[in-house]
């Protein structure tokens, strides 16, 4: 991050033209938007900060007020977030903290624009500002500083295909009447001047996550949802317990389901889903690591249960779901009658209308059951083919192939399968 005030002033006192000096903070020269268009006044010298982001855009604004009440001057101080980094404080004159307060546009959006609201109350002298962003072209709520008296607004948005990358404050004073006045400047560039305008999935590692996703807990996809600024959704993932092992199965009307109603919310979660799906699987693969789940399907053998699965009753039903750990389940299964015979034709919806009300869980039952049929028909074709090239007489001696004995489930055996 850089700053510019009297450093600027003295180079520009050289010589050095005004491009110059923006390459020399590690940028391309962008278009100032000009001020604001805030009233502005001061009968002593003005103050000025630039900031600038060495590479990307403005992705947030932090601001803290503060008041001396002895002499009844009000000042403010910024910070600008830039990708997913918080520069330092502009520096600006600041004394008596009263608050502060900081906004992040929603999925990593960059800023476009920014409003901002003055107040001034004569008694007390008091002048007060709070600010809001344009992200992406749609404009944000305020960041709810608090304006007494509110007596003009004045805002300013990037021409279209530019982004904010830099940011410039004004601070004047008046003696009479102590009255504080701010006013800014925004700086645009094409967004095609950077890669940082594209979001990108951020590594695993990055986050400090385990590169097998189907190792993460729902603590970690909640981490994973805050570094994609969707952190709005964590709880609702942890409530629902969906783990890393059954992410890759979440469609577009489970998002709808866990409180994701907007449509771009939604089209990005996806995206960026399918795009950890694809580097997930090309980590496996370079590896030559299975992708396998902290959860496994039960040993039938170990849990005593039949190998004909059909034939289970419905207590031999709740008793594999009590071994898959979804014992608060289990009497769902009693009261709904589920036998062996049926449990093959279980869906999400059915397992829904029994009352299963998490999302995570139903989607981890479905895909046991998908990994039990798979592993029980795999069997069958195995006794099959020993049934048709062993001798009859061998077989009366048991030599049977094995019955299946439970494994991994499919979404956590071999490579991602979503």
């Known amino acids: 991050f850089f700053s510019r005030s009297s450093m600027s002033e003295q180079l520009l006192a050289r010589g050095v033209s005004p491009a110059l000096l923006l390459l020399l903070a590690g940028g391309v020269a962008g ?10 006044e001061s009968d002593r010298k003005v103050e000025e900060r630039t900031m600038l982001c060495p590479s990307g855009f403005i992705t947030g604004l932090k601001v803290r007020q503060g008041r001396d009440e002895r002499s009844d001057i009000d000042t403010y101080d910024f910070q600008l977030q830039c990708g997913r980094r918080w520069s330092a404080w502009t520096g600006m004159t600041f ?30 002298d008091v002048d007060t500002y709070d600010f809001k962003l344009q992200c992406s072209g749609v404009w944000q709520e305020y960041m709810g500083l608090g304006v007494s008296s509110a007596k003009e607004r004045a805002a300013k948005e990037c021409p279209s295909g530019t982004m904010a990358w830099g940011w410039k404050a004004f601070r004047g004073f008046v003696k009479r009447g102590d009255q504080d006045y701010y006013n800014f400047d925004l700086n645009c560039k094409p967004a095609a001047d950077s890669q940082q305008a594209v979001r990108k999935t951020p590594s695993p590692r ?17 981490t994973w949802l805050g570094v994609l600024g969707l952190g709005d959704y964590s709880a609702a ?36 889903l399918t795009q950890l799906h694809d580097s997930t699987n090309a ?23 039949p190998a004909e699965v059909v034939s289970w009753s419905v207590k031999e039903v709740v008793r594999w779901v009590e071994a898959l750990g979804l014992h608060e389940w289990a009497p769902l299964f009693l009261s709904h009658r589920v036998q062996g015979d049926v449990m093959f034709s279980l869906t999400e919806v059915t397992l829904k ?26 069997w069958k074709k195995r006794r099959e083919t020993v049934q048709a090239t062993v001798d009859p007489a061998r077989l009366l001696g048991g030599g049977a192939s094995a019955a299946p004995q439970g494994g991994v489930t499919s979404a956590g055996r071999g490579y991602a399968t979503a």
Request: glycine share 10%; proline share 3%; with cysteine.
């Open 353 to 378: 209308e029994m009352g299963m009300a998490r999302i995570g869980d139903r989607l981890f039952t479905v895909d046991c059951l998908q990994s039990l049929y798979e592993e029980l028909t795999s």
């Open 31 to 40: 278009e100032w938007t000009g001020h604001l268009g805030l009233s502005f």
């Open 95 to 124: 004394t008596g903290l009263r608050q502060e307060k900081a906004f992040e546009c929603p999925m990593k959006m960059h800023m476009t624009g920014l409003e901002v609201t003055k107040g001034r109350r004569e008694w007390g």
């Open 206 to 222: 990055e986050i400090g996550l385990s590169p097998n996703v189907f190792l993460w807990s729902a603590k970690d996809v909640g």
């Open 237 to 272: 993932f942890e409530a629902n317990k969906l783990q890393g092992d059954v992410i890759f199965l979440l469609l577009e009307s489970h998002l709808q389901d866990l409180g994701m109603r907007k449509v771009g919310d939604r089209l990005y979660f996806m995206e960026e």
């Open 283 to 305: 980590w496996a693969k370079a590896l030559g690591t299975p992708l396998s789940s902290t959860r496994r399907l039960p040993n039938l053998h170990k849990a005593g249960l």
